[in-house]
């Protein structure tokens, strides 16, 4: 039904008009008494074989939603009727910022895809911990990033001030670095300004008496050299594991219209490249630290692929738009057939 007549409706309109539209509705129908669990009853699957425990934290199953969809943390709480095993929110900044003019979204829909230049549009992080503290159980990851304004020898300053805001109200934080929609933050995944900016997060989050996990998100563009730089930085610092990966810039095998549109692109071209970057983390590292794989995740073997290539839970975004909501179900059923075999 949904990819028959509610895809195709909605992809009448602009993307980012849609997404707000489906936000409201996915927020307003879930305050009608029954709908919660009749959205439950037909997307979540509930299975003791489906649970992880990863970087110390106990996941219900291995599919999350990834960063960009809940920025604000507004709809956590409704968005886990779908069957999300873990939200992760953000990216937050520490002021709020309108992000890059409009428009800024863009479908690629013969190539199942979208390109976007958000700019980390945000209402700031102090907005987003006031509805954090309604949070009824869900694990929640808090992806941080820099403001536009905020030059790049100062960025420290920035992750530690989201860092220290969301302690209390996340259960892990993603340090995001490989957006490239905000001017030169791309820059920041080197290996001396990485070193510098993990190594501050990590001396604060190792003197708190419960440290939380800290992740890094990388860029699929990274080569071979830089990969290997992430892997001897995570290493050498023990950070917890590594999100791979976040959109690209590539355009390689586009056919869409939209294709020169700057920003990055993620949906399915994106699998192969994710899961190659997801492959050469795990096996480079011999399996040293988790990895969450996402991009190009449409249907259950994609999941299934980035799971033999190294990945210990996957995150959705674009393939959640495309798909619908019954793919979180039909990846944990596979997930279980997997590996039953």
């Not at 956590?76 to 992760?88: C, D």
């Not at 399996?287 to 980035?306: L, N, Q, R, S």
């Amino acid at each position: 039904m949904y990819k028959l007549i509610i895809k195709k409706f909605l992809f009448l309109f602009d993307p980012e008009w849609v997404h707000h539209f489906v936000f409201n509705l996915i927020k307003y129908s879930n305050l009608i008494p029954g709908v919660d669990k009749f959205l439950k009853h037909f997307f979540v699957l509930k299975d003791k074989r489906l649970e992880r425990k990863v970087f110390g934290l106990n996941f219900t199953n291995p599919v999350g939603l990834a960063a960009g969809f809940d920025k604000d943390a507004k709809l956590y709480n409704e968005l886990t009727n779908f069957g999300f095993g873990f939200i992760e929110i953000g990216t937050l900044t520490p002021l709020p910022q309108d992000g890059n003019p409009k428009k800024r979204m863009f479908r690629l829909i013969n190539d199942e895809a979208i390109i976007n230049r958000m700019g980390f549009n945000n209402e700031g992080v102090e907005a987003a911990i006031s509805r954090l503290k309604k949070n009824k159980g869900i694990l929640i990851g808090g992806n941080i990033g820099k403001n536009k304004t905020t030059p790049n020898e100062k960025a420290p300053e920035d992750y530690i001030y989201c860092y220290n805001a969301l302690y209390d109200y996340v259960d892990y934080f993603v340090v995001n670095v490989s957006s490239p929609n905000t001017p030169n933050l791309r820059a920041l995944q080197g290996k001396k300004p990485l070193t510098n900016l993990l190594s501050k997060i990590k001396l604060i989050n190792e003197k708190k008496i419960q440290p939380k996990p800290i992740l890094l998100k990388i860029s699929p563009d990274l080569n071979k050299d830089e990969l290997l730089d992430i892997i001897e930085i995570v290493k050498k610092l023990k950070i917890d594991g590594v999100i791979a990966t976040n959109t690209t810039l590539s355009r390689e095998g586009i056919d869409s219209k939209n294709k020169n549109e700057y920003g990055g692109l993620s949906g399915r071209p994106l699998g192969k490249m994710s899961t190659e970057v997801i492959r050469f983390l795990a096996k480079k590292s011999n399996y040293a630290f988790p990895i969450i794989g996402v991009g190009g995740i449409h249907k259950p073997e994609d999941a299934i692929e980035k799971i033999n290539a190294g990945a210990s839970l996957i995150q959705l975004y674009t393939g959640f738009i495309y798909e619908g909501p019954g793919l979180i179900r039909k990846i944990n059923r596979a997930i279980l057939n997997h590996e039953s075999k």
